[in-house]
Every structure is written in C-alpha cells, then in structure tokens.
C-alpha cells in the first residue's frame, strides 16, 4: 500500500496496513521561506518519512497599517492571488512539489479567516490584544469587521483552489475562535463560521480534502461541531484544551481523527526512543487502524531531532 492509498483509506474510514502518520514543525526563521523554505521542506520529509507532507505557509497577510477602530477594518483590502504574498506562497508549493516524494498524500497550509486577520496587525500590538481588538471592534461595529472578514475569506478561497491545481490533495485549514475567552458562542456564529465554512468549501468544490485543525487552548469544541459536512479529518489540542480522541469521535462521527501525541510535552519531547515507540503503538492499540491517522495536537518544536518523528513513523509501520 502506497502512502497516499494508506492516507486515502484512513480518511475513508477503511482498513489500511499501517496508521499513516503525519507532523508538522515551523522551520527556524532564516531557513523558512524562499529555496531555503523549499531546502527544508525537504530534508524534513526524507529524514521522518512521513505518509503526509504538509507545506507550511510563513507567507502571511501583510501590514495593512493601525487598526485601533472599526472604521480602520476599512484598510483590508481585496486580495487575490496576484498579491505577493500569494505569489510567494504558490512558487514555494510549486519548487516543493517538483521534488517531493509523488507517493505522498500532499496538503498546503491555509490560515483560516480569523489567523489571517491577526497577520497583518500581529507585529504591531501583539497576539493578545489583536484577539481583544477583533471582540471590541466586533462589538462596537459588527458589519466594519464583517466585511473585512469577508474580503480576507475571499482571498484565501482563491489559494484553497490554487492549492489543488499546484497538486496538493488538498488543505490543512488552521480555525482560530473556538476560545471560549474571546468571542461568545453567537459571535464565533455570525463572525467567524460563515467564512471558515465558505473557505472550506471552496477547497471541497475544487476537488481538495479538508484537514480541519482546530488551534489554541480552551476551545469550545460544540462550535465546530456544524463543519462536520466540510471536513475530512479534525485535529486538535487534544491535551491542551482536554478533549480527547474519543469525545472528538463521538462530536464528528465518522469523520477521521488525526493526533495522539502532545505536541510541545511528553513523550514525544522528553522520552526516549523506545518509550515514544511504545506510547506511540499504544495509542494505534487503543484507537485502532480504522479512521485514525498518527501525529500532534499541532504544530511540534522547531528544534525537534527528527529521528524522534522518524521513531514514531517506524513504530506506526512496526
């Protein structure tokens, strides 16, 4: 069984030989984008093998200048794939793509609406107070941010498509505003589903599976619970916001659960070889070969020896 049919098997709920496996890191800043981006890219996937590949996108919406009232929501502009931040983006997907291994079951990283809007002011007044701007602003003047929103999802339904016809299978969409402690479960409805859910199918209609990861701690997992129809696998803090693999079964029946391991503590970081092994055959024991695919809550450290993921990739074949 190739690694794309493994991956394939695993998303259609069918019995595979092993449990395809697949993690993700962001690369140090000075080897992320550009050939050295693509260099990277490569040497991760050749040394831990995985059945995924999964190009990350460092390439972000860029600074749009101060926001610190809902009429400066009004700076977003229109994107489309024209933009440079696009165009660094598809030319990394594509250098990648010519020389990764073809056997690989291939997704492009695609920030979901809420990130992408925290890009272009992040630098400027930091992560948290961007995420208590968007609830003050959201607040004060809905249909300023709305709109924003709306322009921001129209750009990113642009490279979900473009993903697919550069080769990938198709997205890993990264959802922020599921954090109970910003918006309230009627703003997440009104402010942020109707764009995640409009980006998601852009990328279903486009031919493109949908990775659904679900970022951060303290989630209200129940918000999500309405993209059952527009994912193809969910991953998610499983240890960081404590909902485990089987309450994620039981919330998206007979969708495909990705993850396993925590991310930035445990086994995965601070055990040996042979405990990751075992945790790592323990976990495929518990959860079966059926509808599951091995990896992290998220994204792993940087610094990782990717002899450790290679152990883990091993143990899943083993």
């Not at 926001?67 to 794939?81: G, H, N, R």
């Not at 709306?150 to 299978?169: P, S, T």
């Not at 129940?222 to 916001?241: C, P, Q, S």
Request: glycine fraction near 8%; hydrophobic fraction near 40%; proline fraction near 3%.
């Amino acid at each position: 069984m190739t690694k794309k049919e493994r991956v394939w098997r695993a998303i259609q709920g069918k019995e595979v030989d092993h449990v395809p496996t697949g993690f993700s890191l962001h690369f140090a800043k000075d080897r992320a984008e550009g050939e050295d981006g693509v260099k990277s890219h490569l040497i991760f996937f050749q040394e831990t093998d995985t059945d995924i590949i999964k190009i990350m996108n460092e390439n972000l919406v860029p600074d749009v200048g101060e926001i610190k009232a809902p009429a400066d929501w009004k700076k977003i502009p229109v994107y489309s794939l024209k933009d440079n931040f696009m165009q660094r983006q598809i030319e990394l997907v594509k250098r990648i793509m010519e020389q990764a291994d073809a056997d690989a079951f291939a997704l492009g990283t695609l920030h979901g609406v809420c990130a992408s809007a925290i890009h272009p002011i992040e630098a400027r007044y930091g992560y948290e107070k961007v995420r208590q701007l968007f609830c003050t602003h959201i607040r004060e003047n809905k249909a300023l941010v709305v709109e924003a929103f709306k322009r921001i999802a129209d750009g990113m339904c642009q490279l979900a498509v473009k993903y697919k016809e550069l080769g990938l299978e198709g997205i890993y969409y990264a959802a922020l505003g599921g954090e109970m402690r910003y918006f309230t479960d009627e703003e997440f409805q009104e402010c942020i589903e109707p764009f995640d859910r409009q980006i998601l199918k852009a990328s279903k209609e486009a031919g493109g599976v949908n990775f659904l990861h679900m970022c951060k701690n303290g989630l209200n997992m129940k918000r999500y619970e309405g993209y059952h129809d527009l994912a193809d696998v969910v991953n998610w803090g499983v240890y960081e916001t404590d909902f485990s693999l089987e309450e994620g079964r039981q919330l998206f029946p007979g969708i495909t659960i990705m993850g396993g391991l925590a991310n930035r503590s445990g086994v995965l970081v601070d055990g040996t070889i042979e405990e990751l092994q075992a945790a790592a055959r323990e976990i495929i024991h518990t959860y079966g070969k059926k509808g599951f695919i091995l990896g992290a809550d998220c994204t792993v450290p940087t610094e990782i020896d990717y002899a450790r993921i290679r152990a883990v990739v091993e143990a899943a074949r083993s």
